[in-house]
């Protein structure tokens, strides 16, 4: 949900998106039910995903120093 958020601040996805994404995580039982979200509101977390890099995080390899201190 912080990323969502984030998005939100970020101005990339207006309040009214950002509340029917984050009722549909908060209703879903697992990710697969997360999945069944409908197509409009995916797009607009894809292109808010894309503006912040999300992907390009997740694909990183970790940093060497990754969960010390």
């Known amino acids: 949900m912080k990323t969502i958020d984030e998005m939100l601040n970020l101005d990339l996805l207006t309040r009214e998106q ?8 908060a209703r879903a039982a697992s990710p697969a039910e997360i999945l069944q979200m409908p197509p409009a509101l995916w797009q607009a977390v894809e292109r808010a995903s894309e503006v912040m890099g999300v992907d390009a995080d997740l694909q990183r390899p970790p940093a060497l120093d990754a ?3």
């Open 18 to 25: 950002h509340a029917h994404i984050s009722d549909w995580i």
């Open 67 to 69: 969960g010390l201190g």
